[in-house]
């Protein structure tokens, strides 16, 4: 526990300093008081981001999170800007938005007489404007997805959120630990699991784990699945995975879930997380073929689903969950496209290399053992290439010229 928590206080110390070099960075010119706001959804939640501009510099931030009940961007910010400014300290003569609202001038109206000079809202179009624009929209996707890994505001609700977890999945005992696996493809020799782990609720990163697909060929994902289902349940008792699970999560839908559920033990609840139409969490489907909805699958908004009457407490344990399966299924996406794209770049490294006359598979890994990547191989000279053992002068000769050439290489 107390290794857990150094390691948080190092990361935020970490996250503070960056923050500070990117105040120390001039985004702008003309050293004009300007605000950048951002914004970011998930569909359960958003996120509204404000960078602050002033002499040049980004000298602070505002963020705030607030429900996600469907509907335009347009509708948040706005909200967001009648709320926010209504009781700020100092309104800037220049707003920055993400997107046009249709009322900014009674907008405008309203900031001005907040103020004794005249508000501007606008989009920017091109420049450093618009390139304040993206980073104010990086800074909220970033946010919010910190956020939802750190399950919101309140640690009872994130409990909660587990005893409702593990009433639903038929766990008969508290949800400690979580994993959950996802399949990427990026062709068929770039195939990769992902094994990510939650414990109580929380990423525990050191636990993730990759797998590379080896018992067949092509693109299938129930077998892929199957594959590294199987390879993990074999080492249920080995230390080096941790603790055995409480509950095993599935990047799919009914027939992923049907696939591996005779490999999983009886005391291991088993479901899968299911999608809407535009890949966002949608609910859960159990082994039975039972789906848990959270979300509407109205393709116009994809709201949080509220039955008519439901209780604030009752709504707020479902917008847990969902928080909770968000985090879960984009965390276990993001660790297994890692490996698919570091699998990617090392195939288009062996086959550039093995281009050049001479050079095999044995000589690829003779010049990438001397040299620091394919940058330091470009790099060197024809003496330092001589000199590695059981290169022959003709291949070293070659390899010179082939990145010394009157063409562009492309250098990954």
Same mark, same amino acid.
């Given at each position: 526990?107390?290794?857990?928590?150094?390691?948080?206080?190092?990361?935020?110390?970490?996250?503070?300093?960056?923050?500070?070099?990117?105040?120390?960075?001039?985004?702008?010119?003309?050293?004009?008081?300007?605000?950048?706001?951002?914004?970011?959804?998930?569909?359960?939640?958003?996120? /509204?981001?404000?960078?602050?501009?002033?002499? #040049?510099?980004?000298?602070?931030?505002?963020?705030?999170?607030?429900?996600?009940?469907?509907?335009?961007?347009?509708?948040?910010?706005?909200?967001?800007?009648?709320?926010?400014?209504?009781? %700020?300290? +100092?309104?800037?003569?220049?707003?920055?938005?993400?997107?046009?609202?249709?009322?900014?001038?009674?907008?405008? =109206?309203?900031?001005?007489?907040?103020?004794?000079?005249?508000?501007?809202?606008?989009?920017?179009?091109? #420049?450093?404007?618009?390139?304040?624009?993206?980073?104010?929209?990086?800074?909220?996707?970033?946010?919010?997805?910190?956020?939802?890994? /750190?399950?919101?505001?309140?640690?009872?609700?994130?409990?909660?959120?587990?005893?409702?977890?593990?009433?639903?999945?038929? =766990?008969?005992?508290?949800?400690?630990?979580?994993?959950?696996?996802?399949?990427? @493809?990026?062709?068929?020799?770039?195939?990769?699991?992902?094994?990510?782990?939650?414990?109580? #609720?929380?990423?525990?990163?050191?636990?993730?784990?990759?797998?590379?697909?080896?018992?067949?060929?092509?693109?299938?994902?129930?077998?892929a699945l199957y594959e590294v289902m199987s390879r993990r349940i074999k080492r249920l008792s080995d230390e080096e995975f941790g603790q055995r699970p409480d509950?095993?999560?599935?990047?799919?839908? !009914?027939?992923?879930?049907?696939?591996?559920?005779?490999?999983?033990?009886?005391?291991?609840?088993?479901?899968?997380?299911?999608?809407?139409?535009?890949?966002?969490?949608?609910?859960?489907? +159990?082994?039975?073929?039972?789906?848990?909805? +959270?979300?509407?699958?109205?393709?116009?908004?994809?709201?949080?689903?509220?039955?008519?009457?439901?209780?604030?407490?009752?709504?707020?344990?479902?917008?847990? !969950?969902?928080?909770l399966l968000t985090a879960i299924q984009d965390e276990a996406h993001r660790f297994a496209k890692r490996l698919s794209n570091s699998k990617t770049k090392k195939?288009?490294?062996? +086959?550039?290399?093995?281009?050049?006359?001479?050079?095999?598979?044995? %000589?690829?890994?003779?010049?990438?053992?001397?040299?620091?990547?394919?940058?330091?191989?470009?790099?060197?000279?024809?003496?330092?290439?001589?000199?590695?053992?059981?290169?022959?002068?003709?291949?070293?000769?070659?390899?010179?010229?082939?990145? @010394?050439?009157?063409?562009?290489?492309?250098?990954?």
């Open positions: 526990l107390k290794i857990k928590l150094l390691c948080r206080v190092l990361r935020d110390r970490i996250a503070a300093l960056n923050k500070l070099r990117a105040r120390q960075i001039i985004v702008s010119s003309d050293r004009k008081a300007r605000d950048v706001l951002g914004l970011a959804r998930n569909g359960s939640e958003v996120c /509204m981001q404000k960078l602050e501009v002033r002499e #040049g510099r980004i000298n602070g931030y505002v963020q705030s999170f607030t429900e996600d009940c469907g509907g335009e961007d347009a509708a948040y910010l706005k909200a967001f800007i009648l709320q926010h400014y209504n009781s %700020t300290a +100092l309104i800037p003569g220049e707003i920055l938005l993400p997107i046009k609202l249709a009322d900014s001038e009674l907008i405008e =109206s309203y900031l001005t007489k907040l103020t004794d000079y005249k508000v501007k809202m606008f989009r920017p179009q091109r #420049g450093a404007k618009v390139r304040l624009i993206e980073m104010a929209a990086r800074n909220a996707e970033e946010a919010l997805q910190r956020y939802t890994l /750190m399950g919101g505001k309140s640690a009872t609700g994130l409990e909660l959120t587990l005893k409702e977890l593990a009433e639903i999945t038929d =766990s008969d005992r508290p949800l400690h630990r979580i994993e959950a696996y996802d399949i990427s @493809n990026l062709g068929a020799s770039d195939r990769a699991g992902s094994m990510v782990v939650f414990q109580d #609720g929380r990423p525990e990163r050191a636990s993730y784990r990759h797998f590379t697909i080896t018992s067949f060929e092509g693109i299938d994902d129930y077998s509950l095993i999560l599935v990047d799919g839908g !009914l027939g992923h879930v049907a696939k591996i559920e005779p490999l999983i033990p009886q005391d291991i609840s088993l479901a899968g997380i299911v999608k809407d139409e535009r890949h966002r969490t949608r609910g859960l489907v +159990l082994p039975g073929g039972e789906i848990v909805e +959270l979300r509407s699958t109205d393709q116009d908004t994809g709201y949080l689903l509220v039955a008519e009457g439901e209780q604030e407490d009752l709504r707020a344990l479902r917008m847990g !969950l969902l928080r195939r288009h490294l062996r +086959l550039l290399l093995e281009e050049i006359p001479g050079v095999g598979p044995a %000589t690829r890994r003779k010049l990438l053992e001397n040299f620091e990547g394919l940058t330091g191989i470009a790099a060197a000279s024809l003496a330092e290439l001589k000199q590695v053992p059981g290169l022959p002068n003709k291949t070293a000769q070659a390899v010179y010229d082939y990145f @010394n050439k009157p063409h562009e290489v492309d250098v990954i």
